[in-house]
């Protein structure tokens, strides 16, 4: 299924990805709001096709122009004994602190949201964790 949306000019390229943050006030009283709203917030998109089709905007300087986008899984680092491909989770976030560890976006991305549900569409393998936890890098769907 090809999922149409709009994101601004200055994006508007094949590969350019995204995380839908969810509707906005100032996109209230918009004419095509409802193609930019009917995405999955906090989930990343990946631009695959761009269209000819402009549209005016408040909020992208330059309009936005209407794109086909699929959805972009989720890399994550999830205990060890939950990383199970194939299996359904509720998303909780990490409680981990360390800025800087190599490993923090993947203990805490930012398009993952607590208590969002995902598919564990495949395990990558252990990661190193400088706090001695066992986690696994995960695919989300």
């Given amino acids: 299924m090809v999922l149409v949306t709009v994101v601004g000019e200055q994006q508007c390229r094949k590969g350019f990805e995204f995380v839908f ?8 009283d918009c004419k095509i709001k ?3 709203f009917h995405l999955e917030q906090n989930r990343r998109y990946r631009v695959t096709e761009v269209r000819d089709v402009h549209h005016e905007c408040k909020i992208h300087e330059g309009g936005v122009r209407v794109v086909e986008v699929e959805k972009v899984p989720t890399r994550a680092a999830l205990p060890s004994r939950v990383a199970l491909e194939g299996s359904m989770l509720t998303f909780e976030e ?3 602190d360390r800025l800087g560890c190599e490993h923090y976006r993947l203990c ?3 398009e993952a949201a607590e208590g969002m549900r995902y ?3 495949s395990v990558e393998g252990p990661i190193s964790c400088p706090r001695g936890e066992a986690l696994k890098v995960v695919l989300l769907d």
């Fill in 21 to 28: 943050g969810g509707p906005i006030a100032e996109c209230r």
């Fill in 119 to 121: 598919r564990i569409a």
């Fill in 34 to 36: 409802n193609v930019c």
């Fill in 108 to 110: 805490r991305p930012i």
């Fill in 94 to 96: 990490s409680s981990c």
